[in-house]
């Protein structure tokens, strides 16, 4: 196991309709409160953290009309703007919520426009950079979502557009409505049910943002191949599940969160953590072999 300073991977990814970013971003669910519910613990903390995020280069940064709900966006706004050259935000909408950890899809396209609306307003711009579509409703007609979502992106008011945990037929059909930029779908080490939405992503051109993305489960735990892989590099478990990401495919967008500043450090530094040739196979191996175990299960 080596660690150096130069990747053996591509640092930035183009989005399709946006531009270029670093493959590393930053995710701003957890910096509300618990159950992603309400304000954060520390509101100052939170500040600090997007800010400290964008003073290390983060130029993405991802985010949801749900994830307070409000509050996320409104703290982007209050920490950052005027935003940063170059620095992109990206929101979703079709997620209501009902209380903590309660998650319900709405995607009647009055509803969609509305969120875009109000999410315009809250992170106080004129165009969203990435909208994406939280969750397809399936009590309305996919094409209805995905056709409110081509509008809005022909009047101005997103730039760019992509779904959330979605199957590869149905982002083949949003396809045929618009430029489909980024999939957001549940990835790491011991989660490969989007394996196929990740190929599809990267025969199509489409950025990949994986959610949960340093979750490693047992394999992090000491023994485990994670634990043992980032001991003899210097380095932290979720280093190494992000550097596996980003060495996995050159259309992966990771997007750790955090509301600690610490821990933002140390997720931000896997970007320059190397796994050399045989790390990388033992554990994409033994990860994949952790997935098949738990879908047997």
Same mark, same amino acid.
């Given at each position: ?12 990814i ?5 531009g ?16 992603i519910?309400?304000?954060?613990a ?10 400290r995020?964008? #003073?290390?280069?983060?130029?993405f940064?991802?985010? @949801? ?7 996320s ?7 950052? /703007? ?28 009055e ?15 004129d165009?969203?950079?990435?909208f994406?579509?939280?969750?397809i409703?399936t009590?309305?007609?996919? #094409? ?6 081509r509008?809005?992106q ?9 779904l959330?945990?979605? &199957?590869v @037929? ?6 045929? /409505? ?9 990835y ?8 196929d ?11 990949f ?9 047992a394999?992090?735990a +000491? ?7 980032? #001991?003899?590099?210097? @380095?932290?478990? &979720? ?5 596996w990401?980003l060495?996995?495919?050159p259309?992966?967008?990771?997007? +750790?969160g955090?509301?600690?500043?610490? /821990?933002? #450090? ?32």
């Amino acid at each position: 196991m080596t660690q150096n300073t130069q990747n053996s991977h591509p640092t930035a990814i183009d989005i399709k309709d946006l531009g270029t970013v670093k493959r590393l971003g930053f995710g701003a669910m957890r910096i509300t409160g618990e159950g992603i519910w309400g304000e954060p613990a520390d509101r100052p903390a939170a500040l600090a953290t997007l800010r400290r995020a964008v #003073e290390l280069g983060v130029d993405f940064i991802d985010t @949801a009309d749900s994830y307070g709900p409000d509050v996320s966006e409104q703290l982007i706004a209050e920490a950052l /703007h005027p935003y940063a050259s170059g620095l992109r935000v990206g929101t979703k909408a079709g997620q209501t919520r009902t209380g903590p950890h309660q998650w319900v899809p709405l995607g009647r396209p009055e509803y969609l426009r509305q969120q875009v609306e109000l999410s315009l307003r809250k992170l106080k711009v004129d165009t969203l950079d990435l909208f994406q579509l939280h969750r397809i409703d399936t009590k309305v007609p996919a #094409e209805e979502q995905f056709g409110v979502m081509r509008q809005l992106q022909d009047e101005g008011k997103v730039r760019a557009l992509g779904l959330s945990q979605v &199957s590869v @037929a149905e982002l083949e059909t949003a396809a045929t /409505h618009f430029t489909v930029a980024s999939v957001q779908n549940r990835y790491n080490l011991t989660d490969r049910s989007s394996a196929d939405v990740l190929e599809y992503a990267e025969a199509n051109g489409i950025a990949f943002i994986p959610w949960a993305p340093i979750s490693a489960g047992a394999l992090a735990a +000491p023994g485990g191949i994670v634990h043992e892989a980032a #001991e003899a590099l210097g @380095a932290t478990a &979720s280093q190494v599940a992000l550097a596996w990401l980003l060495q996995r495919s050159p259309v992966m967008l990771p997007i +750790p969160g955090t509301s600690s500043v610490k /821990h933002l #450090e140390e997720n931000l530094a896997a970007a320059d953590l190397h796994l050399d040739e045989s790390t990388f196979a033992a554990l994409d191996a033994a990860g994949q072999a952790e997935y098949e175990k738990d879908s047997k299960a």
